[in-house]
């Protein structure tokens, strides 16, 4: 009996439970957790003092995905999972988007070759469904939901992606005969641009705009349509980064009625408001995305969702562009109209700690329901079978975690692609040192030490 790795003497947490062993991985999966484990091991981790998680799983992250006229993602597969291990995590699973025209095939094919080889963490995709003709519902989707394509995300905003009621409905539908999920991201659109009218009208064109003409209401509404669609075609549904207690309420109305309605927040939803969007100079531009942060009370209500079970998943959606940069946020047009500046903003390397600092260690939550908001759920909702806790037989996705560490986030520590952190000068205490995905030891206290390619995909159940 003969271990290639030990983590030993750690303070284990998983969504149920708070426990000292040790934890023994053999060919890439947990072979066993007990004590004394130590003397059978080819190369033991010490974890004394530290909390041993599994590895954070990040469902809503943009990588490489195309973003209109001469504005590029700034992160690739390579930047984008390097940047999600530093930051805990062991899988992540981007958005494959359907561009109108293309066929879903011809999208996955682009978003596969772009990741071959380039991963430091596990990936698996969700389908963005942006034009849902006969064929992509009736041939398509059905042969890629039995491929393990088995989620997809729908939008009820933006020009070229946003559906109609009735393509949304058809969507639904293929999922529910095939039994994938559908993600939902809630804005109405018509509302919006009525709103954009009215400010360019009055010359209201700075980046703060972009919270004034997303309001609160633009979002309640979509957020009641979609549930009231998912309950006409009878299926589970997950409304996606949530941001206020009105879309909170649509939810538990919903959920009152006996519908499966699943919900995610986001960091910038505890951490950020619109007035960062007011910001100088249009350095508010750095906090431009969809729907955009709230006020203070918004987040308390968020909080509280966090704490009442409103949330199953706590998402980054990191959605990363450059900010002084002609492709990204400050492109020629976005510096002078707020609707050109592209929406989302990075977060795939604070979302844990965030959370964990702010959530945990200011006693908002325990540590199972941090394990629970950041990687069960995640592993439990999406099909990712083998992964999202510390179990006999589960993949070796693990995170050990230093409690006492401190840091001040700077987006010069951080590893994405991005020129700015949205999150710059928050103090956070709590760092995940030591991340291992599948038994490789790719981060050991805070240095990079696995192979770039060592993340793989990951077809879901
Ligand atoms: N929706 C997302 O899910 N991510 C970034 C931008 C957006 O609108
Ligand atoms: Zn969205
Ligand atoms: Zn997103």
Not at 97 to 114: I, P, V
Not at 205 to 230: G, N, Q
Not at 430 to 455: C, Q
């Amino acid at each position: 009996m003969e271990f290639e790795l030990v983590i030993a003497n750690g303070t284990i947490g998983t969504a149920a439970d708070v426990f000292q062993a040790d934890i023994a991985i053999r060919s890439g999966k947990i072979a066993q957790i007990g004590t004394g484990l130590a003397r059978y091991a080819q190369r033991t981790i010490d974890a004394m003092g530290k909390f041993v998680l599994p590895g954070g799983i990040d469902s809503h992250v943009h990588i490489s995905q195309p973003s209109g006229d001469g504005i590029v993602m700034a992160d690739d597969f390579e930047s984008g999972t390097r940047s999600a291990l530093y930051g805990g995590n062991t899988t992540i699973m981007p958005f494959c988007l359907q561009q109108r025209g293309q066929t879903m095939r011809e999208a996955l094919k682009s978003y596969h070759d772009l990741a071959e080889g380039q991963c430091y963490t596990d990936v698996s995709f969700h389908l963005i469904v942006s034009d849902p003709t006969p064929a992509v519902l009736g041939q398509e989707l059905p042969a890629l939901i039995r491929d393990g394509y088995t989620s997809l995300k729908v939008f009820m905003t933006y020009e070229g992606l946003r559906l109609n009621d009735a393509e949304i409905l058809n969507v639904m539908d293929t999922a529910r005969r095939g039994g994938a999920l559908v993600m939902v991201h809630c804005e109405n659109e018509d509302a919006i641009r009525y709103l954009i009218g009215q400010h360019e009208a009055a010359g209201e064109i700075a980046p703060k705009a972009h919270a004034t003409t997303r309001p609160i209401v633009v979002e309640r509404e979509a957020t009641h349509r979609a549930v009231s669609l998912a309950e006409v075609a009878d299926v589970p549904v997950v409304i996606v980064h949530v941001s206020n207690g009105a879309a909170i309420d649509e939810i538990r109305a919903a959920r009152a009625r006996g519908r499966k309605v699943f919900a995610e927040t986001c960091p910038q939803y505890l951490m950020l408001t619109a007035e960062d969007l007011g910001a100088m100079d249009w350095e508010g531009a750095k906090f431009v995305c969809s729907p955009p942060p709230r006020d203070k009370a918004s987040q308390e209500q968020c909080w509280n969702g966090i704490e009442q079970n409103i949330f199953d998943l706590f998402s980054s959606d990191h959605c990363p562009f450059r900010y002084n940069d002609a492709l990204g946020k400050l492109n020629p047009k976005g510096r002078e109209n707020f609707r050109h500046v592209p929406n989302g903003i990075p977060g795939v390397e604070t979302r844990l700690p965030i959370l964990f600092s702010e959530g945990v260690l200011k006693e908002r939550i325990s540590l199972q329901r941090f394990v629970a908001l950041t990687s069960t759920n995640h592993a439990t909702l999406y099909g990712l079978n083998q992964k999202g806790s510390i179990a006999v037989g589960k993949d070796a996705d693990i995170a050990i975690w230093d409690p006492t560490s401190r840091r001040t986030i700077r987006h010069s520590d951080l590893h994405d692609g991005s020129d700015y952190s949205p999150y710059e000068g928050l103090e956070v205490s709590g760092w995940p040192t030591t991340v291992v995905v599948g038994g490789i030891v790719m981060i050991s206290e805070g240095r990079l030490g696995g192979p770039k390619g060592a993340g793989k995909y990951i077809a879901r159940a």
